[in-house]
Every structure is written in structure tokens, then in C-alpha cells.
């Protein structure tokens, strides 16, 4: 199929108390269960470091040309599947695992404080718990200044707004790897339903406004 969507789908190596990291874990299980037919869905693990995020993510954004990028991470205080809204350029203190973090605690000297996503997160919020899927999906505006929001931030720059970070709970708190596999595969779906609908109107603006044109010419020819 040439019209092929391409998703990327990322999740981190290990760290600090996370010997296993669930978003990896995750990820893995969504790259078995897969997208569909229509999709083709590239998954990579991310260090926990600021620098490869630095050197990796454009490379990603460039070489695959993606509609639309996720990147999971766990967080040890989530109960629940947590999307995240937006992510922000400053305030980034505590070291990676390389023992670095940026000397200016920044990630884009002179970039804007914050980035929100293209999607309404409150809508797949909305849509996936009302789909009877067994987790619970929940929004926050905040992804904890570490290298999660790093990397969110480098990806809604890079993308122009068109990334999604997703929260996980540290497996069996209370998900399993499978629970948070379906998780991932709904929610990335209604990201994606979501982009279509919003090209489509974006399409059908444009066209009205094309129309609109041409009849004023027409108009005037007379």
C-alpha cells in the first residue's frame, strides 16, 4: 500500500529505580500487536540520556518522514495511563545516565516555554475510556522535567506539535505488559483518527475558501 501511515512509537532503556522499564516493555508489546494493515509502525528504544535524545530525534523525524511520533515513558507515580499534553524547554536539573544534564537546563536556547501537541488529549482521553478497555487513561499538563519532557519538547519541535507522550505505571502497578500493549494500540488509533479528521476539515476549509475565491472572481468577470 503506498499510502501507508508511518508511526513511530518509542520507549526508554532502564534507569535509576526502573530496572525494567515498563514504556519498553509496552512498546514491544504494542510493535507484536501492531497497528493494522494500514499502518507501518517503527519502534525504538531511547536512551536515557539528553544527548543521544539530542542526535536521535531529528535523525527519526528526517529519515522516516512519520505522520505522527509517541514517545512512552514510565513514571512511578502513575496509577494510570497518563497523556501528556504539552512539554516544556526549561528547568531540566537531574542528571541522566551518563550522570549529564545541560549546562544551560534548557533544551532549545530561545525556544518557546512550553509546546503543546496538535491532538486534544482530553478527547482520546475521552474516547478510550469510554471504549471499555479495562485501563484507565488520564491527561496531565506536566511530564516531570526529566528526559520524558526532554524528549517530548525535541519531538513538538521537530514534528510541529505533531507528538504524543504517554505516561506508564511500572508493571503490575497495576498493569500488565499485554494490559499496557492495548493501551498503547487505542490510544495511538484514536491519535490517528483524530489526525485524519482534522485534515480533513483543514482539506474541506481549504476548499471552501478556494471556492469562495473563484466565485468572487467570477463575479467580477462579469
Same mark, same amino acid.
Given at each position: 500500500m503506498a499510502n501507508k501511515k508511518k508511526v513511530i512509537v518509542t520507549g526508554f532503556e532502564p534507569f535509576g529505580e526502573h530496572?525494567?522499564?515498563?514504556?519498553?516493555?509496552?512498546?514491544?508489546?504494542? *510493535?507484536?500487536?501492531? !497497528?493494522?494493515?494500514? &499502518? *507501518? !509502525?517503527? &519502534?525504538?528504544?531511547?536512551p536515557v540520556e539528553y544527548q543521544a535524545v539530542q542526535s536521535l530525534l531529528p535523525s527519526l523525524w528526517k529519515q522516516?518522514?512519520?505522520?505522527?511520533?509517541?514517545?512512552?515513558? &514510565? /513514571?512511578?507515580?502513575?496509577?494510570?495511563?497518563?497523556?501528556?499534553?504539552?512539554?516544556? %524547554?526549561?528547568?531540566?536539573?537531574r542528571l541522566d545516565n551518563c550522570s549529564y544534564c545541560p549546562a544551560s537546563q534548557c533544551c532549545m536556547e530561545n525556544g518557546p516555554d512550553c509546546i503543546n501537541s496538535v491532538l486534544d488529549m482530553d478527547a482520546v482521553?475521552?474516547?478510550? %475510556?469510554? /471504549?471499555?478497555?479495562?485501563? &484507565?487513561?488520564s491527561v496531565s499538563k506536566d511530564a516531570g522535567r526529566y528526559l520524558c519532557d526532554y524528549t517530548y519538547y525535541t519531538s513538538l519541535y521537530l514534528g510541529q506539535g505533531r507528538s504524543a507522550f504517554i505516561h506508564v505505571p511500572p508493571l503490575g502497578k497495576p498493569?500488565?505488559?499485554?494490559? !499496557?500493549?492495548?493501551? !498503547?494500540?487505542?490510544i495511538v488509533r484514536e491519535m490517528l483518527e483524530l489526525l485524519e479528521l482534522d485534515r480533513a476539515e483543514e482539506?474541506?476549509?481549504?476548499? *471552501?475558501?478556494?471556492?469562495h475565491q473563484h466565485q468572487h472572481q467570477h463575479q467580477h468577470a462579469h
Open positions: 530496572t525494567v522499564n515498563s514504556s519498553w516493555v509496552a512498546v514491544q508489546e504494542l *510493535d507484536r500487536l501492531g !497497528l493494522g494493515e494500514a &499502518v *507501518d !509502525l517503527y &519502534v525504538c528504544e531511547v522516516h518522514q512519520p505522520q505522527l511520533v509517541v514517545h512512552v515513558g &514510565v /513514571s512511578g507515580l502513575a496509577t494510570t495511563v497518563t497523556l501528556e499534553q504539552c512539554g516544556h %524547554n526549561e528547568g531540566y536539573r482521553c475521552r474516547k478510550v %475510556n469510554d /471504549s471499555g478497555l479495562g485501563v &484507565v487513561v498493569y500488565s505488559s499485554w494490559e !499496557l500493549g492495548k493501551a !498503547l494500540q487505542a482539506e474541506h476549509k481549504y476548499h *471552501d475558501h478556494c471556492h
